[in-house]
């Protein structure tokens, strides 16, 4: 089964920046690079959502929310994505997740993130 492993979370301030990093495990390389990725998050009291997808083409696409803040990319090799988070706002608060698009897998445990002064 894949598996999703989320790293890179903590606590910022409002405008600073986080690079969150997710690891997968158990795709080919074929499979991995044909695969649109994305990376969800869930605010407290909230439902989970898609906020930044990277389809296998290379192109992506950004939640209003973070557009422009936020950016997502993967490394294929190491079979691993990340989301690089800049001007970072308290309403960014969230366990963030990575995951398929359009027919997610098993969640991983996701990485908290808190923005606060």
């Known amino acids: 089964q894949v598996q999703f492993v989320e790293s890179g979370g903590g606590l910022a301030q409002p405008g600073g920046s986080l690079k969150l990093s997710c690891q997968t495990s158990?795709?080919?390389?074929?499979?991995?690079?044909?695969?649109?990725f994305g990376w969800y998050r869930q605010p407290p009291g909230k439902q989970r959502e898609l906020v930044a997808t990277l389809y296998s083409d290379r192109s992506t696409n950004y939640a209003d929310s973070v557009k422009g803040r936020f950016t997502i990319s993967k490394d294929n090799s190491r079979r691993r994505l990340y989301l690089q988070m800049d001007s970072l706002k308290p309403e960014d608060t969230a366990v963030y997740y990575c995951n398929k698009v359009g027919s997610p897998g098993s969640w991983g445990q996701g990485t908290q993130v808190t923005v606060s002064s």
């Open positions: 158990r795709f080919i390389l074929s499979t991995f690079t044909a695969l649109d």
